[in-house]
């Protein structure tokens, strides 16, 4: 069997989504004679979570560099700043230069180490991918990525919502969505433990999982669950913590919903115990205005429980309306309290929902499948 070492390249971060779906993957693609080894700052719960799996790790001197404008005032840095800020990014490039080493191929699968990573593998003459998974907003960022898909040998998307962002200038571009662990993933008996964490007895339990950020949509789902009708006798888990975004943010949301639904809402924090807690809900909801993926309703989907997304973004792309799920207008209050309305009353369309999804899901979004995708891309890249 061919065998090829590649480089994973991360600065340091939290574990979200994209973390633990890499954590799942270097056993798996190991298997298909891909070794993965991560080059990140000897710092962080990433490195943590990988050096405790006993996964390979080298240690480079990349940082975690802010955007080009200020989240807060949406303006560019005083030169002296951009100045320091270029000046840490010509380092972390020549320590990870100088970590590549006599590795087959450098895969970023982190948006702010791409740059770092193709200038790094073109000076070393290595062949490298870029991973994007999130859809970046049109400016001097998106023209970056631009640059560097085209740049590097291929590039991986999440979705064609995300693709979209490269507007064809992209390089060898290669649509692989993210599948699922479908035996993991799977319906089953619900924990009353669980249950009782994530809300209070009885009642349709409506959940959102993820990052408690401004741009997830949190805001106008609590606004919708306030029209949803009392006799329903709905119920909300807000599931995840704070990561973008400022805890003073969250504050507000967690003051919103306390206004609004009183003890009918519940934030419970992160939990990482999801498949339990997916099934203990009647419905999932991602309010995202435009998720460039959406991992937590296909992961609800496998589970066998009805979902509702939005209809811009990658979502719709393994969301069909009516079919295997529900989709609303994008930060559409009203269309989300109809929807959510909807599926409180008809017990019957859930199961219907959420048996279709589950059927999809073990038909088109396995993650063995993803594993070999992954795996064969990284071999021809490297194939003489």
């Given at each position: 069997?061919?065998?090829?070492d590649?480089?994973?390249?991360?600065?340091?971060?939290?574990?979200?989504?994209?973390?633990?779906?890499?954590?799942?993957?270097?056993?798996?693609?190991?298997?298909?004679?891909?070794?993965?080894?991560?080059?990140?700052?000897?710092?962080?719960?990433?490195?943590?979570?990988?050096?405790?799996?006993?996964?390979?790790?080298?240690?480079?001197?990349?940082?975690?560099?802010?955007?080009?404008?200020?989240?807060e005032?949406?303006?560019?840095?005083?030169?002296?700043q951009?100045?320091?800020t270029?000046?840490?990014?010509?380092?972390?490039?020549?320590?990870?230069?100088?970590?590549?080493?006599?590795?087959?191929?450098?895969?970023?699968?982190?948006?702010?180490?791409?740059?770092?990573?193709?200038?790094?593998?073109?000076?070393?003459?290595?062949?490298?991918?870029?991973?994007?998974?999130?859809i970046?907003?049109?400016?001097?960022?998106?023209?970056?990525?631009?640059?560097?898909?085209?740049?590097?040998?291929?590039?991986?998307?999440?979705?064609?919502?995300?693709?979209?962002?490269?507007?064809?200038?992209?390089?060898?571009?290669?649509?692989?969505?993210?599948?699922?662990?479908?035996?993991?993933f799977?319906?089953?008996?619900?924990?009353?433990?669980?249950?009782?964490?994530?809300?209070?007895?009885?009642?349709?339990?409506?959940?959102?999982?993820?990052?408690?950020d401004?741009?997830?949509?949190?805001?106008?789902?609590?606004?919708?669950?306030?029209?949803?009708?009392?006799?329903?006798?709905?119920?909300?888990?807000?599931?995840?913590?704070?990561?973008?975004?400022?805890?003073?943010?969250?504050?507000?949301?967690?003051?919103?919903?306390?206004?609004?639904?009183?003890?009918?809402?519940?934030?419970?924090?992160?939990?990482?115990?999801?498949?339990?807690?997916?099934?203990?809900?009647?419905?999932?909801?991602?309010?995202?205005?435009?998720?460039?993926?959406?991992?937590?309703?296909?992961?609800?989907?496998?589970?066998?429980?009805?979902?509702?997304?939005?209809?811009?973004?990658?979502?719709?792309?393994?969301?069909?309306?009516?079919?295997?799920?529900?989709?609303?207008?994008?930060?559409d209050?009203?269309?989300?309290?109809?929807?959510?309305?909807?599926?409180?009353?008809?017990?019957?369309?859930?199961?219907?929902?959420?048996?279709?999804?589950?059927?999809?899901?073990?038909?088109?979004?396995?993650?063995?499948?993803?594993?070999?995708?992954?795996?064969?891309?990284?071999?021809?890249?490297?194939?003489?």
């Open positions: 069997m061919t065998s090829v590649v480089l994973l390249v991360s600065p340091p971060t939290p574990v979200w989504g994209a973390q633990l779906r890499m954590l799942d993957y270097a056993p798996a693609l190991a298997e298909r004679g891909v070794r993965l080894t991560l080059a990140s700052p000897p710092d962080g719960d990433f490195h943590a979570r990988w050096v405790g799996c006993g996964l390979p790790h080298r240690a480079v001197d990349l940082p975690m560099l802010d955007g080009i404008r200020d989240p005032t949406d303006r560019r840095p005083p030169p002296h951009l100045a320091a270029l000046a840490r990014a010509a380092r972390g490039t020549g320590s990870l230069a100088r970590a590549i080493g006599d590795v087959d191929a450098v895969w970023s699968f982190y948006l702010r180490s791409h740059p770092a990573s193709v200038i790094a593998a073109r000076l070393r003459r290595v062949p490298v991918v870029v991973e994007v998974v999130d970046v907003s049109p400016g001097i960022g998106r023209r970056i990525l631009q640059r560097c898909s085209a740049s590097a040998d291929a590039t991986i998307v999440n979705s064609a919502a995300t693709g979209a962002a490269l507007e064809g200038r992209g390089r060898n571009v290669h649509i692989i969505h993210p599948g699922v662990d479908i035996e993991r799977e319906p089953g008996p619900t924990s009353l433990a669980t249950r009782r964490v994530l809300a209070d007895d009885g009642g349709v339990l409506f959940g959102i999982a993820g990052r408690i401004e741009d997830k949509g949190i805001d106008v789902l609590i606004e919708a669950f306030a029209r949803v009708p009392r006799e329903l006798d709905a119920r909300l888990a807000v599931i995840g913590a704070v990561g973008m975004s400022s805890e003073a943010a969250a504050d507000r949301l967690r003051a919103r919903a306390a206004e609004l639904l009183g003890g009918r809402a519940r934030f419970v924090g992160r939990r990482d115990d999801m498949p339990d807690v997916l099934r203990c809900l009647d419905v999932l909801v991602n309010a995202s205005p435009a998720e460039p993926f959406g991992r937590s309703v296909l992961e609800a989907q496998a589970t066998g429980v009805a979902v509702i997304g939005s209809r811009q973004g990658g979502i719709p792309e393994f969301v069909s309306d009516g079919s295997t799920g529900l989709l609303v207008q994008p930060s209050a009203d269309d989300l309290a109809r929807a959510m309305t909807t599926l409180a009353a008809d017990a019957g369309l859930r199961q219907r929902l959420g048996a279709a999804a589950r059927a999809q899901a073990v038909a088109d979004f396995n993650i063995v499948d993803r594993y070999d995708q992954v795996a064969e891309l990284l071999i021809e890249l490297v194939r003489p």
